[in-house]
């Protein structure tokens, strides 16, 4: 084979790249699972920011559509590339001259093997969520990533006792006043909007170790109380659209964060009531399984999600070769996404982008960036057979990320959390209650990144003020006044 490459979460470009620029040559895909993914509804929403659906469809679907590319449905069992082979679970060894492995992230689990704890990872598991939740009162979600945002927000009808590590929700992707922002969705009904209000510099009261927020559908309260490998691709942006989330319960909507805890230890009803240390919160009956949080409280439920993140799936190839490996576990890729074995790629969540930086960009586990990561690949792959130069894409110039939470449309740019800034920084924020939170990072009076939730209609400005560096100093305040048009005024 020419060129082969092994995925979980596939990347509909790299294999265009490939089989339509290598027509005459044999293009080979191994996945474990029958689906692919595919990147639909494509469309360019600024220089750097894209939109589009994740669809499933057959893998079939792709050998219609390039005659040279081969599907070989079967799991990996190891690679041996100093000989350049590979060998499936099923016994079969094929040969390649380019590899790119592409085989995403697995969840890092709570436990592996208690059949209360599940993880959402892929499609098969996201069915399993839907069915238990469906006789579900009360589950314990967690976890502080994008499934656990999504989730909490649209299940319905089950109480959601939500755990989270740090002092706000939603760390990776909002500062604690974004935070402060979507809290109110949670509730049942949204609040009338305020006006807009902006000031330079905030600062947002942390909640304490034990402090947590409980929300329902009609009142707001704050108070103080004491594995393996999946063989199923990653779930795509709105991974839950026509998913029923719903449990058992009358009540539309109770949602609980606990802060800053994680969880302890879990129990079966059985270990539970052996136990005479544990006391949980007042319950009606007993429950299948109970968590113990490390800030001393303990919830039953009928079951955990497990959202915790994930690790680079990275294990079948490893034994006898010699992958240098980041700090995350990740295969280091250089800047043509070359591992450090020879004629072998990596792309996605599998890998970690080890070349210099762009001051403006980083990398996250994001389907964007997958697709990017993907699409690149395939041209460095390309340009190598072909012994073609090839620049780093203008994708990695600058970081951006379109997404929804809470029903919010949210724009990322750049060190839109001030990542790796230091001190050396300065906020500018404007927040209208229910309806935009806007979040400018200023270095050296310069914007280097930036937060937009809601239909504000800046990220392309703010995205040409990023790639630009002008010198805003002289805007000041001024340069959020909702009175001032801001994007006629960049235009």
Not at 399 to 421: E, I, M
Not at 459 to 464: A, H, I, S, W
Request: charged share 25%; glycine share 8%; hydrophobic share 35%.
């Amino acid at each position: 084979l020419h060129i082969l490459y092994v995925t979980s979460k596939l990347k509909n470009h790299l294999h265009w790249q490939l089989s339509s620029q290598f027509a005459s040559e044999d293009v080979a895909l191994i996945t474990a699972g029958p689906h692919i993914k595919a990147v639909t509804n494509y469309k360019q929403v600024s220089r750097r920011l894209e939109e589009f659906d994740v669809e499933e469809k057959p893998s079939s679907v792709l050998e219609e559509k390039y005659s040279n590319l081969t599907i070989i449905h079967s799991a990996v069992k190891s690679l041996r590339t100093h000989t350049h082979c590979v060998e499936t679970a099923d016994g079969r060894v094929f040969g390649y001259e380019k590899l790119c492995i592409c085989s995403g992230a697995r969840p890092k689990l709570l436990t592996q093997e208690n059949p209360h704890v599940l993880g959402i990872r892929d499609t098969d598991s996201a069915q399993e969520f839907q069915k238990r939740l469906s006789t579900a009162k009360r589950i314990v979600v967690v976890g502080n990533g994008g499934i656990a945002l999504e989730l909490v927000y649209e299940v319905r009808r089950c109480e959601v006792i939500w755990a989270v590590k740090d002092k706000a929700i939603g760390n990776t992707f909002f500062d604690a006043g974004a935070a402060q922002f979507l809290i109110p969705s949670l509730e049942g009904d949204k609040e009338q909007a305020a006006a807009p209000c902006k000031r330079q510099r905030f600062t947002t009261e942390e909640p304490a170790p034990d402090a947590a927020h409980t929300f329902t559908a009609d009142e707001y309260s704050r108070g103080q109380n004491p594995g393996p490998v999946e063989s199923g691709s990653a779930l795509g942006p709105d991974w839950h659209r026509g998913i029923e989330l719903q449990g058992a319960e009358q009540a539309s909507r109770r949602v609980s964060v606990e802060y800053q805890c994680e969880v302890e230890h879990i129990f079966t009803s059985e270990e539970f009531l052996d136990s005479s240390k544990q006391t949980p919160k007042p319950d009606s009956g007993s429950w299948p399984v109970y968590v113990q949080l490390t800030n001393g409280e303990t919830f039953g439920c009928d079951f955990v999600v497990s959202a915790t993140g994930v690790v680079p799936n990275t294990e079948p190839f490893l034994h006898g070769n010699n992958f240098l490996l980041a700090d995350d576990g990740g295969l280091q890729v250089d800047d043509h996404m070359m591992t450090s074995e020879p004629d072998v790629y990596a792309a996605g969540d599998v890998c970690s982008a080890c070349w210099e930086h762009s001051p403006l960009w980083q990398q996250m586990g994001l389907w964007t960036q997958a697709r990017q990561m993907g699409w690149y690949a395939g041209r460095c792959m390309a340009a190598d057979v072909l012994s073609e130069p090839i620049d780093l894409d203008f994708c990695f110039e600058l970081f951006s990320h379109v997404t929804k939470f809470f029903n919010y449309k949210v724009v990322l740019l750049g060190k839109f959390n001030a990542q790796g800034l230091g001190s050396n920084h300065e906020l500018l924020v404007r927040c209208t209650k229910g309806q935009e939170y806007v979040k400018v990072v200023l270095s050296g009076g310069r914007m280097v990144g930036a937060v937009l939730i809601g239909e504000t209609d800046l990220e392309e400005t703010f995205e040409n003020l990023i790639l630009n560096q002008m010198d805003l100093t002289a805007y000041g305040e001024e340069l959020l006044n909702p009175d001032i048009d801001i994007e006629d005024y960049f235009d």
